[in-house]
């Protein structure tokens, strides 16, 4: 059954185009008007043009397609999309249904050909405002062309008869942008993400959208996850690998989704090819995820982080009254992450409700959450799982707090030199106060802090 297109205007230049989405063929645009209601309430040029759906719907065309009165759903396919970057999972993979095509040709009436269809560079709006910008001949997409689609994204590539083919650049609305391989209009080979700043997140194959094969995800921390994944393009399996930052030192084993299940210490020896060859440590304990909650700040508490054992150690600080401070096993050089930041996750109204002496190793993950190390575990004969929390306030660090996903404590905070340090040296971090909090005079800290800025303040003005 045909649908009553919308009335032309030609005055506007303005084309609207019933278009069948399907593989049906043979109705000749006359019947357009023969089905059509009494002759007079169309305005030529009206054609029937006929689009073969050869791609994604989600990835590629997320066209929100809306079935019209006398057409039955009982063709449209009921797989669903099951692409690992698909951002509309209900979209059908196979459609057979009739929608509008809103063709706006703001230029004269030779980007349509004889038969009505879209011929040269063209701009077709859809019914669900996306747009497609590029190449057309006789109503196909052929050569570079770009979509814009209504939720900020874009994909653009070179189309060969109507589909994209090779190289095709996606860019999500959030500024990742993924830069893959195409074949009829789906993902098929190699591909690369990038996060909003160009750093590289994302490494391997795609099989007809998802992803396939080894694959390596790449954490702005500086760790990274690889393994052969599942078919739906998941890491999961027996013989994924957590890496940490320095490319080598690794956890191997069962992994869900991502989370490590149960792995074992492990060393990368060589990559080839893209594939990871590891050699798991002797004697290695078993490692899990184990994130903390508001009372257990690990399950395993005495279990050190192997990556943070071979960097730093515990001693007597060399600041004055500091008691216990964190040092450098190792020279490293700037950007080097050398140590890990657990403990219990409680509220930020819950530490600005207590005492200042409650809050001697607390810092601030995010807006709704704080680390604390509380006693006991701030003793290192309770608690040794990670470090971080023995760093020494300085006015003049060698160190920041940064973000750090981590394979066991899941998202904390870890340490991270900002200038090389050399073996021995003792490890330090700005605390962050607030200086000049409003409505308050001096600084919002601890006394023995502001004991500190205002020495260093005097011996700054010297």
């Known amino acids: ?114 038969d009505g269809l879209p011929h040269g560079f063209c701009t077709v709006t859809y019914s669900s405002t996306d747009r497609f910008e590029g190449n057309f001949v006789h109503g196909e997409k052929n050569g570079r062309g770009k979509f814009f689609f209504f939720d900020g994204s874009t994909l653009e590539g070179y ?29 098929n080979g190699p591909a690369q993400e990038y996060d909003s700043d160009g750093r590289l997140i994302f490494k391997g194959q795609y099989k007809d959208n998802i992803r396939h094969g080894v694959c390596w995800i790449y954490y702005p921390d500086g760790g990274s996850l690889v393994g052969e994944v599942n078919e739906e393009g ?12 320095d490319g080598k030192t690794a956890y191997s084993g069962r992994f869900i989704d991502g989370e490590m299940i149960e792995a074992k ?21 078993v490692y899990s995820f184990d994130k903390s909650t508001s009372s257990c700040i690990s399950t395993n508490a005495l279990l050190p982080d192997p990556y943070e054992s071979e960097r730093v150690y515990v001693d007597v600080s060399l600041i004055s009254s500091a008691g216990e401070g964190l040092f450098s096993k190792i020279a490293a050089e700037a950007s080097t992450v050398m140590s890990f930041y657990n ?5 930020h109204q819950e530490v600005d409700s207590r005492d200042w002496s409650l809050n001697g190793n607390t810092i601030s ?75 308050q005079n001096g600084p919002e800290a601890p006394e023995w802090y502001q004991l500190e800025l205002k020495a260093f303040q005097a011996a700054q003005q010297k």
């Not at 019933?18 to 059509?36: K, P």
């Not at 300085?394 to 870890?414: A, E, Q």
């Open 1 to 114: 059954m045909l649908v009553h297109a919308e009335k032309g205007k030609q005055q506007e230049e303005e084309v609207t185009v019933v278009v069948y989405v399907g593989s049906r063929a043979g109705v000749e645009s006359s019947e357009l008007e023969q089905e059509g209601p009494s002759s007079g309430q169309y305005t030529p040029p009206f054609v029937l043009a006929f689009y073969e759906w050869r791609t994604n719907p989600s990835r590629v065309l997320k066209l929100r397609h809306t079935p019209l009165e006398g057409i039955p759903d009982g063709n449209l396919g009921a797989q669903r999309c099951k692409s690992a970057t698909c951002r509309h999972p209900e979209a059908p993979r196979s459609v057979v249904r009739l929608c509008l095509l809103r063709l706006l040709n703001r230029a004269p009436s030779r980007h349509l050909d004889d």
């Open 159 to 187: 189309y060969v008869d109507d589909a994209l083919q090779g190289q095709g650049i996606y860019t999500y609305e959030d500024g990742v942008v993924l830069h893959g391989t195409y074949v009829d209009g789906e993902l």
């Open 234 to 245: 998941e890491m999961t399996g027996e013989k994924i690998a957590y890496v940490y930052p």
């Open 265 to 285: 210490l492990a060393t990368l020896t060589s990559v080839e090819d893209g594939k990871p060859q590891f050699e798991v440590v002797p004697g290695s304990p």
């Open 343 to 347: 403990g219990v996750r409680i509220t």
């Open 365 to 439: 993950l995010d807006d709704e959450t704080v680390i604390d190390v509380p006693e006991p575990y701030n003793h290192a004969a309770k608690y040794c799982a990670s470090l971080g929390h023995k760093a020494n306030h300085s006015f003049t660090p060698n160190c920041i707090y940064d973000p750090f996903v981590h394979p066991r404590f899941g998202p904390i905070k870890c340490i991270r030199t900002i200038r090389a340090v050399e073996k021995d040296e003792e490890l330090t971090v700005a605390y962050g106060y607030d200086h000049n909090p409003v409505g």
